[in-house]
């Protein structure tokens, strides 16, 4: 991979809901009204606001993303995308790129510059992280090529073994 692109990626450990960026993405389902996991921490710590503004929205399909502000978080925006749920066919691949293509087009909409990512669908939704790292990392290498407006993408991972994995697959890129 080009210097240029490598870094303007990022891996980092830890809890997405923290991160002062213009973005963060959510690993939602297709009600956008919270959940568990990622989803219920960041409608935590986003405050009752944000369901108010995703009960407008009135839902998501999967492979698509929608936009809200950040309300409490320190990020500007969230991003709610919805990963698939792992089934093993081949349509999954396609719909997780979808996630990261989807978000990242509405993030250059909406003059985004640094976006954080958690592992979509890698938890409840049961995708094996090793193979939907490689789609992520694939789909945002493709997209930053092309795209000259964002300035970094973090990866942030929840648990020490998925920085591993991200760090390795990357290196390899
Ligand atoms: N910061 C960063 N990553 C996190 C955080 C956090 N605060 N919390 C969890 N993760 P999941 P999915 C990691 O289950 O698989 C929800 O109920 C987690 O360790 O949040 O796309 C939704 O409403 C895992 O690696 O999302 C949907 O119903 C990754 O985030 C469903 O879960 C994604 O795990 C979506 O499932």
Known sequence: ????????????????????????????????????????????AAGPDLLAECRKIGGCPTGEARITRGHMLPAKYVIHTVGPIYSGKLEDSKFLASCYRNSLSLAVDYHVRQIAFPAISCGVYGYPVEDACQIATDTCITFLKKDKTIEKIIFVLFSVAHVDVYTRVLKSK
């Open 1 to 44: 991979m080009e210097t240029e692109i490598r870094d303007r990626i990022d891996i980092k450990q830890g809890d997405i809901t923290l991160l002062k960026v213009d973005a963060i993405v959510n690993a939602a389902n297709s009600s956008l009204l919270g959940g568990g996991g990622v989803d219920g921490a960041i409608h935590r």
